[in-house]
């Protein structure tokens, strides 16, 4: 099981900005880099449920607070 890495604001911020990408490509469906927005919002939305970022572990990094 993967670490969780990814904080509460960091989790909303990104959950929001998949839900901004998939407003865009249903707005802009004809354009031919639609499979971005819904790549882009799939990354962000399925990161942010699991609380966990590869990126964020390959680089060592955590916006979770430390636990005491």
Do not use: Q
């Amino acid at each position: 099981m993967l670490k969780e890495n990814v904080g509460t604001i960091d989790r909303v911020v990104r959950i929001a900005a998949g839900a901004l990408l998939l407003v865009a490509f249903y707005l802009n469906h004809d354009s031919p880099w639609t499979w971005l927005y819904v790549a882009g919002a799939a990354v962000l939305v399925l990161t942010g449920l699991v609380k966990t970022c590869p990126i964020y572990s390959v680089l060592g990094l955590s916006t979770c607070p430390l636990k005491k």
